[in-house]
């Protein structure tokens, strides 16, 4: 099976699925409310002991949530790429730092929108070289530095996670109302202020909560697990170790820097409410697809680590919530276990808007996965990559076969492998690529990895 079908033919899907607009309704808006450093489960709804969401959770009751969604790279700037481009890293060749996309803007998300009229704007963080202003109608000066307390023109500071939400309310209030619109709120939070000493650095506000809270160290979070790791990552000059001696090193300091990460999620989450109140207020909620997701996973300590780049399980899933005003009351605050991917979400904003989509984006529409009366034929696996950047000692590159039950690693760099039986083994702490039980499915899996490899460019 493929691990994606031609645009065409998912959009004839998600129309057959009752996808498609009424002809005399208005198109739908699009709200795209994307996290950073944020893996799939740092929700209350999705299970989380510790951290609270309750506007993402109400989002989520409201719509649906995908519960095993993918990231294709893990790492900040390709995955924004993917996000607008609708394509693997090895076709938008995003690859250098910085994320200086390779695909023609007009193929993105926000150029086909404009296009088609929509009102356009990007606030936040970017990532992807200079910021375009003449793509955006609304945006320039809304582009916020990884900072976590920025200066306004005036002297005085501001979080950067209020920054977010003014800029979006700014877009929202000021918008033309005889348009529709299109924003995407690119979050800074959670990602840590790498150079502080402190890392996370929430509003003050904040600091109250969970204050009495122990939070779980992973079971995985052991010096053993670190060593059970390739020998390659498994070393002092590896930029996810290097990042664990900043925030995970200590007992004390685990508590308090996991303490503060959710915190800017709650913050986050604050502000998702906030925009999602307005929309009401404006009357526009339920002519609004509003999105949560983020831009890749993280290691809360898990193996011995920090950050994300790898193809761990902690790494690669991440949330997806879709609030789709078509969604049957029926269908709403149901779940979805389908491999879903970071690059599904262009081509879905498309459909949903009625534009079609350009044959060179991969993903492929979510919306007859909630929307059609039997759910087409979805993958059940896909290709993983990730470049490598600076140096193979500071981050290697990788790649994988990712299935839900098992999972082929690729290191390029090193020539080495690794074969996960997710079902039996879901923390990936035992490698079975050298176990000679192994071998047939291994063959297997190694074709499969390079079909799908040669599938993605």
């Not at 510790?50 to 900040?76: M, W, Y």
């Not at 996991?258 to 604050?270: Q, S």
Request: glycine share 6%; proline share 8%; charged share 25%.
């Amino acid at each position: 099976m493929r691990h994606f079908l031609p645009l065409s033919l998912s959009l004839l899907l998600s129309l057959s699925s009752s996808a498609a607009l009424a002809a005399n309704e208005p198109p739908l808006n699009v709200v795209i409310l994307y996290g950073d450093d944020w893996r799939h489960d740092t929700l209350g709804i999705a299970g989380n002991p510790v951290v609270k969401t309750p506007h993402l959770d109400q989002l989520a009751r409201e719509g649906v949530r995908f519960t095993h969604n993918c990231v294709t790279t893990s790492i900040c700037w390709v995955s924004r790429a993917n996000l607008f481009t609708g394509q693997w890293l090895s076709r938008n060749g995003s690859a250098a730092q910085g994320g200086v996309i390779k695909t023609p803007w007009a193929e993105t998300y926000p150029a086909l929108l404009r296009a088609r009229g929509y009102h356009t704007g990007h606030v936040g963080k970017w990532h992807n070289g200079p910021f375009p202003s003449k793509q955006f109608d609304f945006g320039d000066g809304r582009i916020t530095p990884m900072r976590h307390w920025i200066k306004q023109p005036d002297g005085t500071e501001i979080h950067v996670t209020k920054k977010n939400e003014n800029d979006a309310m700014e877009f929202l209030r000021t918008r033309p109302k005889e348009k529709p619109f299109v924003l995407t709120l690119a979050f800074i939070a959670t990602h840590a202020e790498d150079q502080h000493p402190k890392q996370f650095l929430p509003q003050p506000e904040s600091m109250a909560l969970y204050q009495d809270v122990t939070v779980p160290v992973p079971k995985t979070a052991t010096d053993d697990h670190f060593r059970r790791l390739p020998p390659f990552i498994a070393n002092a000059k590896n930029e996810g170790r290097n990042r664990w001696t900043w925030r995970f090193d200590t007992p004390e300091r685990y508590q308090e820097y996991m303490k503060n990460y959710y915190r800017l999620a709650t913050e986050a989450d604050a502000v998702c409410g906030r925009v999602l109140a307005e929309l009401k207020a404006q009357g526009v909620l339920d002519r609004t697809l509003v999105i949560f997701s983020t831009d890749n996973g993280y290691f809360h300590a898990e193996h011995g680590l920090a950050d994300k780049w790898y193809p761990y399980q902690e790494s690669i899933r991440v949330p997806l919530i879709v609030r789709d005003p078509r969604l049957p009351a029926a269908k709403r605050g149901k779940t979805s276990d389908a491999l879903t991917l970071s690059v599904d979400l262009a081509p879905t904003i498309l459909a949903a808007t009625g534009t079609p989509a350009p044959a060179t984006m991969q993903g492929r529409d979510l919306a007859p996965l909630y929307l059609a009366a039997q759910p087409p034929k979805w993958r059940d696996e896909y290709f993983y990559e990730h470049a490598t950047v600076r140096s193979i000692d500071f981050i290697p590159s990788s790649e994988a076969l990712v299935r839900k039950d098992v999972k082929y690693i690729w290191w390029p760099d090193f020539k080495h492998e690794e074969l996960y039986d997710l079902r039996a083994d879901p923390l990936e702490e035992r490698n079975l690529a050298a176990d000679p039980a192994q071998a047939t499915r291994l063959a297997q899996l190694r074709t499969r990895f390079g079909e799908l490899k040669a599938a993605a460019r």
